[in-house]
């Protein structure tokens, strides 16, 4: 009898879930679809970039929406695994029937997720994933769109700075065994050996791993002057960490753009002091221009973060993401076709920081290799390093 | 009978949901409640298999989404690098994870349990990592796309075509797991699963029964990856790790193991719920976790165990013409060698058990063997039908040496026994039970049972003639679909003494027969014996009713302390001295 | 490979292997009793950890109050295990119920830490000595790194103690080998197991807290640390506490050279195997019993 009791309980929950699920608003919004790692590990990517995504589309609404209709963001969690992100783009197109498309900012759930979207016509917005495959340059798919920077621009820069502005000879990589880290080891070799330089190590890690004397004593001893991780916050942190209590601080560290997350800060603390970073953008705590305090300002505002952290670089890009595809919406209408024209005609957007994003037939990647500065952390914080 | 009109009304029903699962997808046309269907057939194929080896066989399989990854990355290496069709590429990725499957199935040989457990998510483990170390082939961590679904000629396959296909393999799968299950195969793991040393001694070769059900599962899983990587055109390795594991495995526990349609509404379930979840997503995890605890612990049975017991759904009786008379084995000419014990000893670690001691069964005679507690009398017997090894000595059989040979060899070489304190295999009923020791004589393998060619069909039916025909015998037939501890102590016993027969032995070893049975049944059984003796069997008895004994033996042998103190004739060793004193007692004056 | 080199790669791998011993030992506590291995280990080692973050670093109470608290809580969540997970399927004939039924809590503690303490890994200060390694014949040592390593042999030795010493202990030790007889004896076998849960989760409280400082609080962890210290009980041998701490420190030699002299991939594929050919060679392990396979 106590199996019965329970058994009709969670049937009766279940049908006020289900009905409870299929509510809709009265007016007929418009859709854009998200998804991300919103929970599990790196969780804070996919967050910071729905945070972008919320505060744009809470601006557009405000406003009145487009042309009338309000926007409604459907995220999904996909937990970084690109089986569910096709699952999700399925259901998002099919069955929700949005409008645009933003995928998860890692690259496997992104190409995962490419499958559906690009046959079904739907515009694919990319704010966030930097590997070069998700829409490489000149061969992209013409409804795949990208706001962020490449994982080829970021290791041409890193190249070119720890050579020409360090004055290293001797570089040591580490890179982890997920996409972004090998396809970050495979964009940085050709670019160094561009400049005549060959790495003296090429170290691969696990996400997880915490100890790594065993790597930087080997680098060490090799001699390196430079080691250039490309790697996730945490795992840098210990590196990080690590090379402070072997006492290696001549060998300077660099990073691609993913361990601007608060992860490296946080953990590392002071041993963080002096890292630098390929981002996206210039430091945002120590830029002078004031759209971009503004918006840093009201970042912190909403969601309370440590103003220290300043906002993460791809909260702008998503923020810009959704003004730029709202714009085109309002334009031409919600046919997907139409919407992938416009945005692509739609020449030069300039992003609420000021950033530019460049869009024709011929280039879907709206930035450009120009866009990738180095930054340093300092005390906490991302500042303009001294060299640039 | 009473269940007759539920049951009616249950197989309409099932029958009736099933029909309509299956069509109504060829109506839908948005191609996200397609993709549903699709991957929940895909479950159902893989938990099928699982259900084979985890539910049935009792091995543990934790690993099982490296299986499916062989499967997937197979059948996307041949046809995205070397542009095979479709067609080739999934047998061929189905027979190579088959291949995987034996390997893994190796170390169930050796440990069990949680130790196979552990390997079996290590090799998970390292499949993953397998993947990721060879990009050349598998893309390693950026995974593979472009995997096509498949094509016919000019025609491309559309997703409702792909989900005909990938349902029809699954209604088959479905078909052939249940064919294999109710034959002597599913008889086979079910029993090894519950009891090997049982199983052993029953005939059935554990190990090959082992790798038997570790291979069928991972060819099922094999097809699972294939038609997995065409459906998602593009495979990574997240989607195979651990978490798949259990998915698969919560899958086949929420559906019900041992149920054919257990994997079924496991998918189903596990693959819908997510859906209403969304509003809940923060929490969507932790329920898991706790469904995951709920479900293992208050629903063993799964919900259609739950429901079937709930309904009081019993298997079906098998239909049976009347019994075959049992078959007369005529004795041969009498030879002097049938079974010798030549010097046995065998020592536990320092206390000798049985102390260099020759024994000589003659054919056709029943022979027994007495003794205090503790004597070595079953340990005796454990050393003859193999399930210890001796230290010291020589065991012929019809004179071929037997004391090297594992327990279903020796079965198969025509001696079987039944159990000092009764063992049956609990899980199965009276007549499944006796079915089992049929296993050795019937050489039907596991596709020609699952296809039910008409040898196997014929030979299965045979062996249900004659199990009742025995059943019979023993006053037992109204009970043949009764769970078998269902039983008193002692009816069990004639259930073992059944199954010993099963397997037409020449030599039959019976452990303490008429322990806990009443006066009346102990005098039925010795019937039954000399009615067994009349067919030509040798018995070897061991029993400490002494009056049972001396009537109905040709030959006594009495043990104390491991060692032979007496033999002969029943008159001549109750006379005994040495006897009388170490066991039958003097009489106080 | 200067020698130099060599000796701070061994301070390293007898580091990591001391915590891969003390996870160990916490599964064997429960295994010698109960004959189950409890698959939610690793999450209690996790929110040990965290735990000690909010008493230690949040609230700032002195470290061993935030120890005991911790410990306290932990060995409350042990016992839930027992009572959810462990003792209504004992009786189940399957064996691996409760494989299922202890990781199932693993997963719902495991997310419900995350919900409450975040995804993110938290900064934990070093509480034995500080940030300065101790140089020692020009290898580098930090003081928590040797606060981990007696730490663990600590607790070894203890456990080892406590049970051959002790009449407790030959109460555990009976109930493990035979718990109808044990009780038979009037030894109070729920006690003796509920005890051994409580130690267990007091261990891996420990063990997260001490750990903490080197590889972060951070709800993820539990996953590796709970399966490497599977693999040491397996290699070290069941319900051996000498093995679990030997086996320890060997995994994590292996880990650490083979991560330097191979690569971080193989270093993972070289544990599993070392697992496989142990359970396929000397299935009771280098210390355990015999026969206890299966």
């Known amino acids: 009898m106590k199996t019965g009791k329970i058994f009709f309980f969670s049937v009766s929950v279940l049908c006020w879930l289900l009905f409870a699920s299929g509510f809709s608003s009265a007016a007929e919004p418009v859709k854009f679809g998200m998804t991300g790692a919103l929970s599990g590990p790196g969780a804070s990517l996919g967050l910071d970039a729905l945070h972008g995504m919320e505060m744009a589309v809470k601006d557009i609404n405000a406003k009145g929406g487009i042309n009338g209709s309000p926007i409604e963001i459907i995220p999904r969690d996909d937990e970084y695994d690109p089986s569910k992100a096709l699952t999700f783009a399925k259901e998002l197109v099919y069955k929700e029937k949005v409008v645009v498309f933003f995928p998860s900012t890692a690259t496997t759930p992104n190409l995962a997720s490419q499958q559906v979207t690009l046959p079904a016509h739907v515009p694919h917005i990319i704010a966030g994933t930097t590997s070069d495959i998700v829409c490489p340059e000149g061969n992209f798919d013409p409804y795949a769109f990208r706001l962020s920077i490449l994982n080829s621009w970021q290791a041409k820069k890193l190249a070119g700075f720890v050579v020409k502005q360090l004055k290293a000879k001797n570089i040591a990589i580490m890179y982890d065994s997920t996409e972004y880290g090998q396809d970050g080891r495979m964009m940085l070799v050709p670019e160094l050996a561009k400049i005549g330089v060959t790495p003296i190590y090429e170290g691969s890690l696990n996400l997880g791993d915490v100890d790594f004397t065993a790597h930087l004593t080997k680098v060490n001893s090799l001699g390196a002057d430079a080691i250039i991780t490309w790697t996730l916050g945490a795992e840098v942190a210990h590196i990080a960490l690590d090379k402070k209590k072997l006492g290696y601080g001549h060998i300077p560290l660099l990073g691609s753009e993913a361990i601007t997350m608060a992860e490296l800060r946080n953990l590392a603390k002071e041993a963080a002091d002096g890292v630098y970073i390929a981002d996206r953008m210039r430091a945002a705590y120590s830029d002078p221009d004031p759209k971009v305090k503004a918006f840093m300002n009201r970042y912190l505002k909403e969601y309370k973060t440590d103003p220290k952290m300043a906002v993460p670089s791809w909260t702008i890009t998503y923020y810009d993401a959704v003004n730029w595809v709202a714009q085109a919406i309002e334009k031409v209408g919600q046919d997907r076709k139409k919407v992938r024209d416009a945005l692509e005609s739609s020449g030069t957007f300039v992003g609420v920081t000021g950033i530019k994003y460049t869009f024709s037939p011929s280039k879907h990647n709206g930035r450009s290799a120009e866009a990738v500065h180095m930054v340093m952390v300092k005390d906490g914080k991302l500042v303009d390093p001294a060299i640039r | 009978m009473i269940n007759d009109p539920t049951k009616d009304l249950y197989k309409r029903f099932t029958l009736g949901l099933l029909t309509a699962y299956v069509f109504v997808p060829f109506f839908i046309e948005n191609l996200y409640y397609l993709h549903l269907f699709e991957l929940v057939a895909i479950y159902i194929i893989v938990v099928s298999g699982l259900n084979i080896v985890t539910g049935c066989a009792g091995q543990v399989s934790l690993g099982h989404a490296g299986l499916v990854a062989i499967g997937a990355y197979t059948s996307a290496i041949l046809t995205v690098n070397y542009h095979l069709s479709f067609w080739v590429a999934l047998p061929v990725a189905a027979l190579f994870t088959a291949v995987f499957g034996a390997l893994l199935g190796i170390p169930s040989l050796r440990v069990g349990g949680p130790y196979l457990a552990l390997i079996t998510i290590a090799f998970n483990f390292l499949i993953d990592k397998i993947i990721l170390a060879w990009p050349g082939m598998t893309g390693a961590a950026a995974g593979k796309w472009g995997i096509r679904l498949p094509s016919i000629g000019d025609y491309q396959f559309s997703h409702t075509a792909y989900y005909g296909l990938v349902i029809g393999i699954a209604l088959l799968t479905m078909l052939l797991c249940k064919n294999i299950v109710t034959s002597r195969w599913g008889r086979a793991f079910n029993a090894l699963r519950n009891d090997e040393i049982l199983a052993k001694t029953s005939g059935i070769n554990i190990y090959y029964a082992k790798l038997a059900a570790f291979v069928i599962s991972a060819f099922l899983a094999g097809v699972g990856g294939s038609l997995w990587s065409h459906l998602h055109s593009y495979i990574s390795p997240e989607a195979f790790r651990f978490d798949r594991s259990v998915l698969l495995l919560l899958m086949l526990l929420v559906g019900g193991q041992r149920k054919i349609l257990g994997p079924l509404v496991g998918a189903v379930i596990l693959t819908a719920l997510p859906e209403f979840l969304h509003a809940i997503e923060e929490y969507r995890l932790v329920i898991y976790g706790v469904a995951l605890v709920v479900c293992v612990i208050s629903m063993p049975e799964g919900l259609i165990g739950m429901i079937r017991g709930r309904l009081k759904i019993v298997p079906e009786m098998p239909v049976v013409p009347k019994a075959e008379p049992k078959p007369e084995v005529s004795p041969e000419a009498p030879a002097d060698d049938f079974l010798k014990v030549l010097g046995v000893s065998k020592r536990f670690e320092g206390v000798c058990a049985v102390d260099s001691v020759d024994i000589d069964v003659a054919r056709g005679s029943i022979h027994s063997l007495i003794g205090p507690n503790g004597a070595g009398k079953t340990t005796m017997v454990n050393l003859i039908t193999g399930v210890e090894r001796i230290n010291g000595g020589e065991i012929r059989f019809k004179n071929d040496r037997i004391d090297r040979l594992s327990p279903h060899q020796i079965t198969g070489k025509g001696i079987a026994r039944t159990f000092q304190n009764v063992r049956v295999f609990k899980d199965m009923t009276v007549l499944e039970n006796v079915l089992v020791g049929r296993h050795c004589r019937i050489g039907n393998g596991v596709l020609a049972v699952a296809f039910r060619l008409p040898k196997a069909r014929k030979d299965e039916e045979k062996a249900i003639q004659r199990a009742m025909g025995l059943l019979e015998m023993l006053g037992l037939a109204e009970k043949a679909n009764e769970l078998v501890t269902n039983l008193p102590h002692g009816h069990q016993h004639s259930v073992e003494i059944a199954r010993a027969l099963m397997s037409d032995p020449e030599l039959l070893f019976l452990d303490e027969p008429v322990s806990g049975l009443n006066p009346e049944e102990i005098d039925r059984m010795g019937v039954i014996i000399k009615d067994i003796k009349k067919t030509g069997i040798t018995i070897f008895l061991i029993e400490h009713y002494v009056d049972f004994v001396m009537n109905i033996s040709d030959i006594v042998t009495v043990f104390d302390f491991g060692k032979k103190i007496a033999e002969g004739a029943p008159q001549q060793v109750q006379d005994d001295q040495k006897v009388i004193e170490a066991y039958l007692g003097v009489e106080r004056a | ?294």
């Not at chain 3, 061994?10 to 010698?32: P, R, T």
């Not at chain 3, 698959?39 to 973050?53: C, I, N, P």
């Not at chain 3, 014949?137 to 002790?166: D, H, M, N, S």
């Not at chain 3, 063990?207 to 709970?226: Q, R």
Request: proline share 4%.
């Open chain 3, 1 to 294: 490979m200067t020698l130099t080199t060599f000796f701070q790669l061994i301070v390293s791998g007898l580091s990591i292997g001391s915590i891969y011993g003390l996870v160990a030992l916490s599964y064997n506590v429960i295994f010698n009793t109960t004959n189950v291995i409890n698959f939610a280990q690793g999450e209690l080692v996790t929110v040990g950890a965290l735990l000690g973050f909010t008493f230690y670093v949040v609230f700032k109470y002195p470290l061993f109050l935030a120890l005991v608290l911790a410990s306290l809580v932990v060995s409350f969540l042990a016992l839930v295990i027992e009572r959810v997970s462990v003792r209504p399927v004992k009786d189940i004939s399957q064996n691996f119920i409760w494989i299922m039924s202890t990781f199932g809590f693993g997963v719902a503690l495991k997310h419900t830490a995350m919900l409450i303490w975040g995804k993110s890994p938290l900064p934990f200060p070093k509480f034995i000595g500080g940030n300065e390694p101790i140089p020692f014949f020009g290898v580098l040592i930090l003081p928590q790194e040797i606060g981990i390593f007696f730490i663990a042999v600590v607790c070894t030795v203890g456990l080892e103690l406590y049970r051959k010493k002790t009449i407790f202990g030959t109460a555990v030790r009976a109930t493990a080998l035979d718990r109808e007889t044990a009780s038979i004896m009037g030894i109070n076998t729920n006690y003796v197991i509920y005890f051994s849960f409580a130690i267990s989760g007091i261990l891996a409280a420990i063990c997260g807290i001490l750990v903490s400082p080197i590889t972060f609080a951070d709800p993820t962890m539990g996953i590796v640390l709970g399966v490497k210290g599977f693999v040491v009980m397996i290699v070290g041998g069941l319900g051996s506490a000498t093995g679990a701490i030997l086996g320890g420190l060997f995994l994590g030699l292996i880990e650490t050279f083979s991560a330097t002299v191979i690569s971080s991939l193989w270093k993972d594929i070289i544990t599993f195997l070392i697992l496989i050919l142990v359970m396929l060679v000397k299935p009771s392990g280098f210390f355990g019993k015999r026969g206890v396979t299966g």
